[in-house]
């Protein structure tokens, strides 16, 4: 911004003059205005002498005054080429006034009063000047000297145009340009590329804007085409000055040494095609991109100078030419690391089927957005059933989850979406709606006889003093209900959302007959019981010599548990086995026998049972019987 009048580059000495020639003239910050009450006859005022202190003869105007009852503010900026050989100073003076009984009090902006100066620009109503505009005018709280590298300088930055290829510097450290420089990449005629000097993400990108100017300051100096990069929490690399649509990078692209962020020009104050370059530890108010005259900026006071990999900050002098060493061909960002899950927090009851999530934004790495997953197990990318998945560009998104997947262990994780981007480790939640009614049992048909009325689940009815009792049942609007025939939602099962009634157990389920044991409550409708499980080895019929140890296996529904029972053979009684988590039961060796084993199971999922699996059964020869051909 505010490049020079091109003819006298090889003078950085002049913006220094300027500088000091204005830290000596302001040593005393407030200057009384002749009780005047207009403010731009207070500011007006106050120019000459900024003039008689402007040295080599350059001149300043006001080109805006915004006022209230209270505060004033104006810009000063010099008249093109009216500095010393046609010189065009780089500096715009903003100006401060506040409204006093006698008049208007002028404050103008030195080094020794620059933090007095910045808080009055903060307190300045936004209306009199944006943040943009205050940001850009903040004064550097230390006067910049030529002497040793501070230890905050910004470091591992390479000049941002391509290897190989000089640039000119000018304006570093010049008043009003404090810890910022600009390069005329391959001298004047030539627009030269743009270069990312660090590693980072895209964080602003604007190039709507096809106009500038070397005057006329408050007006153009938004119309500045810009690219931002994020290299880390507290740094941002700004390239200014951009050329019109030249630029190749989109917010959110991850850039590396050398990728090309766009073309010099000379959009915005600039007095030719360069590029103006900074580094701020702090972002700024992003404004639309689309609008070519408004731009964001950096407060002064976030900047900090940038000792480049091939010349440190002290070591560039105005005037002169540096040739970059930034890569020639970038490398490919590298792949994301596994973001960190900030909510809902592990372990998470969710009343609604409606949930959001929120995790930390990818930074440095290839992403485009970020993938949110749902699942019925920890492992996002194998096992287990997808449930819901949601492309996101922000890293935070909502997923709508189906009232099955109620009362059950679900796992959900984020990734950034791009290649050989790790899942974070997955959380566990569940949804568990609010129960807003009641559930009333009778022990007798048609709601006489003792009443339980109830909003929870009942694993064992004989608590109530209902066991077996229970006959009839009302559920308000709101609850949902699975009433079972045996204890732990087990047996025969009938399920039903409220409000309606049953003047007869065994109208829910007629297994119910014979009274219910356990009650299972729900916000709404409960989800719906397991389905039946299918035996899958032995194959039915399959003959297995007996001394071989034998496993029954099956297939069930993800999260249930299961019941099986084996009889015949030479069993006397019923074997039976569970509840249990696995899908198989090692039942060891049978006997030998003429009658063949059978066994089935069935499922459980805490909202009652499936049916019996189609039973299955072996056959367990004698060793004589069953010799294969073979040894015969
Ligand atoms: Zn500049």
Known sequence: MRATGRAIKPFPLVSLLAALALFVASASPRIAAQADHDPRAAFEAVLPRLNARASWGESYVLSEVTFDATWAFAIAEPIPASGFGGFTPHIAIPLIGIHEASGWLIVIPSPANAAEFNALLHNLPASLADEATRAY??????????????????????????????????????????????????????????????????????????SGACGNFSTVWKQANMVVVQHGPSEYSWYVHLAYDSVPVNVGDVVSYGTKLGVEGDTGFACGKHVHFMVSSEPATWTNPADPNAAPWPKTTSLAPVDFIEVPWNGIQNGQTYISQNDDTPSPPPPCPAPELQTPAHGFIATNQLISFAWSAMNNCAHDGYVLRLKTVPDMTSGGTLIAEANTIAPSGALTIGTTWNYRDLYWSARANGAGAAWATARRLRIEPTITGTYTLYSGPNFAGDVFTASQTITDLQTTGLNDLARSLKLDPGVGVVVCSEVNLHGECGRATGPVQFGNLSDLAQGLAGGASSIRACGGACPPGPITPTLTAPITGQVVLSGTAVVLRWEGTEGATYRGELWGGVLTDTIAFGWITDTHWLIGNLPASEAPYTWRVRASNGFGDSAWAQESFVVVPSQAVYLPIAQR
């Not at 941002?160 to 810890?179: C, E, Q, R, Y």
């Open 137 to 210: 005018f903040e004064q550097p709280l230390q006067h910049v000297s030529h002497g040793p590298a501070r230890v905050n300088n910004f470091t591992g930055h390479k000049l941002p145009w391509a290897k190989g290829l000089p640039a000119w510097a000018f304006s570093k450290d010049v008043t009003g340009h404090i810890n910022q420089v600009d390069f005329d990449i391959q001298g004047l005629a030539a627009a030269g590329d743009v270069r990312a000097s660090k590693p980072g993400t895209v964080v602003f990108v604007k190039e709507s804007s096809n």
